[in-house]
């Protein structure tokens, strides 16, 4: 009787993994696709990064 009850808790153990691993990746999705349908509307917290223009001064100080 034992066995069963091992094979069991193993079989429950393994369906919840799969129910947690399931939510889980279902919410990165849902985050991910409510990011997406936002549009391209910049919140306040976004911070945007210019890359800055490579001249010859600065090339010529480099090396």
């Known amino acids: 009787m034992r066995t069963v009850k091992n094979k069991s808790r193993g079989t429950l153990g393994l369906v919840v993994s799969i129910s947690l691993h399931v939510l889980f990746f279902a919410g990165c999705l849902l985050l991910d696709t409510s990011n997406i349908s936002s549009g391209n509307e910049k919140s306040s917290n976004v911070?945007?990064?210019?890359?800055?223009?490579?001249?010859?001064?600065?090339?010529?100080?480099?090396s």
Do not use: G, M, R
Request: proline share 0%; net charge negative.
């Open 47 to 62: 911070n945007e990064i210019s890359q800055i223009q490579h001249t010859t001064v600065l090339a010529e100080n480099k």
